[in-house]
């Protein structure tokens, strides 16, 4: 079983709409949570941090259940700029080594 | 402002051959790692470096060593390359590991295919 799960999609949007996915985690004691963002053939970036209360920037909401072992991300209003996939990240212990998800594609269309 | 700069970008190599990928960093980062990414797989951590002189193996060392001589490059070798090392590397550094903020600087990548 992978350490970090993500649908790898394609999840088809269109522009304007709500998206939102998922991201599961097997490690009950993770401590950081990240949502990466990674453009076709280019690196990764990162996006936003989870915060435990969930947390907002600007059209990017990330949630994360501690109980169920998943972070979310929820994207409002999409634009064509948004088209990437995004790679879910857990931080497992304290000398910071991070887990990758395989990432969950995003396709904001016309 | 430079980042994470990997050479060579691009390599075609045969089975047996070696070679060296080259990561430099100009943000004084302690921190610095080597993953391969492959289709359908995350970013998997290859080898890393915690400071100048250290480095220290990841989930996927086989195959690879590194040498970290300066603090600010990152040096990753394939001493006979096989075709299971196609795939594509990314070098990243960060500021430090204990109060890490989660925020990797990714090189560009480069892409190494082994026939």
Same mark, same amino acid.
């Given at each position: 079983r992978k350490e970090v799960e993500q649908d790898p999609g394609p999840f088809n949007v269109p522009e304007g709409a709500t998206v939102a996915f998922n991201c599961t985690y097997s490690n009950s004691a993770s401590q950081s949570f990240f949502w990466y963002r990674q453009d076709c053939r280019k690196e990764p970036k990162l996006l936003m941090s989870v915060y435990s209360s969930g947390n907002e920037d600007g059209r990017f909401t990330a949630q994360l259940n501690r109980a169920s072992q998943y972070i979310s991300l929820l994207i409002r209003d999409s634009k064509l700029s948004d088209s990437a996939t995004y790679l879910c990240v857990v931080r497992a212990d304290s000398w910071g080594k991070l887990q990758f998800g395989a990432g969950t594609q995003v396709v904001v269309t016309p | 402002?430079?980042?994470v700069t990997q050479t060579p970008k691009f390599?075609? +190599?045969k089975t047996g051959q070696s070679m060296t990928l080259l990561c430099a960093q100009d943000m004084n980062h302690e921190y610095m790692y080597w993953y391969r990414q492959d289709p359908g797989m995350g970013l998997? +951590?290859?080898h890393y470096s915690v400071g100048e002189g250290t480095t220290a193996k990841g989930e996927v060392p086989d195959g690879y060593n590194v040498s970290r001589l300066k603090k600010q490059n990152f040096l990753l070798g394939l001493e006979s390359a096989a075709p299971s090392? =196609?795939?594509v590397y990314f070098c990243a550094s960060s500021s430090s590991g =204990?109060? +890490?903020p989660g925020e990797l600087f990714f090189g560009e990548g480069s892409r190494l295919t082994v026939l």
């Amino acid at each position: 079983r992978k350490e970090v799960e993500q649908d790898p999609g394609p999840f088809n949007v269109p522009e304007g709409a709500t998206v939102a996915f998922n991201c599961t985690y097997s490690n009950s004691a993770s401590q950081s949570f990240f949502w990466y963002r990674q453009d076709c053939r280019k690196e990764p970036k990162l996006l936003m941090s989870v915060y435990s209360s969930g947390n907002e920037d600007g059209r990017f909401t990330a949630q994360l259940n501690r109980a169920s072992q998943y972070i979310s991300l929820l994207i409002r209003d999409s634009k064509l700029s948004d088209s990437a996939t995004y790679l879910c990240v857990v931080r497992a212990d304290s000398w910071g080594k991070l887990q990758f998800g395989a990432g969950t594609q995003v396709v904001v269309t016309p | 402002n430079a980042g994470v700069t990997q050479t060579p970008k691009f390599r075609v +190599l045969k089975t047996g051959q070696s070679m060296t990928l080259l990561c430099a960093q100009d943000m004084n980062h302690e921190y610095m790692y080597w993953y391969r990414q492959d289709p359908g797989m995350g970013l998997r +951590l290859i080898h890393y470096s915690v400071g100048e002189g250290t480095t220290a193996k990841g989930e996927v060392p086989d195959g690879y060593n590194v040498s970290r001589l300066k603090k600010q490059n990152f040096l990753l070798g394939l001493e006979s390359a096989a075709p299971s090392q =196609t795939s594509v590397y990314f070098c990243a550094s960060s500021s430090s590991g =204990t109060s +890490l903020p989660g925020e990797l600087f990714f090189g560009e990548g480069s892409r190494l295919t082994v026939l």
